[in-house]
């Protein structure tokens, strides 16, 4: 299996435009999160989905974020306008529900610098 | 809610130095509990787990945490560490029965000096 895989690995945009971050959990998998991970806060747990259907978005920061999971291998985060302070590095992680020991497995994650 | 605190936000030691980093949990019921390691420039990574049976819980590399659920605690050890073992360490836990969501800790940043 190829694990989690995430587009892009490194994204550099101005402050204003819209990013998108891709995330492809593991084949079998039915529950998605993503994190942000910065120096200052650690790593924030932002949105998690069940079988494609968004379960907690109170990480979610703002209104400028927001994430969809249109089917059980794809799911996106926008942000929309990027900030200077979005720059982090966002992780997506899939586990396999109706496991007790629920492990995640991550993805590289994608590291955002908004200048 | 469920909350995890790790009560060392970084450590140093020399090689062959003993390790043991705090992890403590709030939640009543039945709890899973993870170790996460996240070496340089890297992705998180299961490090080991607890779920149920022996509360010594044996992982990779050497490593091993212990539940004791009187004091709502999972702290991860190893006996002699290397520089390799450099990296950060996040303990997370779920509700019992495949909860949802995995509360992770802020992270234990573990420096190895050769």
């Known amino acids: 299996d190829a694990g989690v895989i995430q587009s892009p690995r490194h994204e550099v945009t101005e402050m204003g435009q819209e990013v998108t971050l891709r995330c492809k959990p593991i084949?079998?998998?039915?529950?998605l999160f993503w994190y942000r991970q910065t120096m200052m806060r650690g790593l924030e747990l932002l949105i998690y989905?069940?079988?494609?259907?968004?379960?907690?978005d109170s990480g979610m920061p703002e209104d400028r974020f927001s994430a969809k999971m249109p089917n059980a291998s794809f799911s996106t985060l926008k942000i929309q306008p990027s900030e200077p302070r979005d720059s982090a590095v966002y992780f997506c992680?899939?586990?396999?529900?109706?496991?007790?020991?629920?492990?995640?497995?991550f993805g590289p994650g994608t590291r955002l610098t908004v200048l | 809610a469920q909350s995890v605190s790790q009560h060392n936000h970084h450590v140093i030691l020399s090689e062959a130095a003993s390790l043991e980093l705090g992890c403590n949990y709030s939640?009543?019921?039945?709890?899973?509990l993870f170790w996460y390691v996240q070496y340089p420039g890297q992705h998180l990574q299961l490090l080991l787990k607890y779920f149920s049976g022996d509360p010594l819980v044996k992982g990779i590399k050497g490593f091993e945490a212990e539940f004791i659920k009187s004091k709502f605690s999972f702290n991860l050890r190893k006996p002699s560490v290397q520089w390799s073992d450099t990296a950060e360490y996040f303990c997370a836990v779920n509700a019992g029965t495949g909860g949802f969501k995995t509360i992770f800790g802020a992270g234990t940043r573990l420096f190895v000096k050769a």
């Open positions: 939640y009543g019921g039945t709890v899973n």
């Open positions: 989905f069940n079988n494609n259907v968004p379960i907690d």
């Open positions: 084949s079998g998998h039915n529950s």
């Open positions: 992680a899939s586990s396999s529900m109706g496991s007790y020991t629920d492990t995640q497995y």
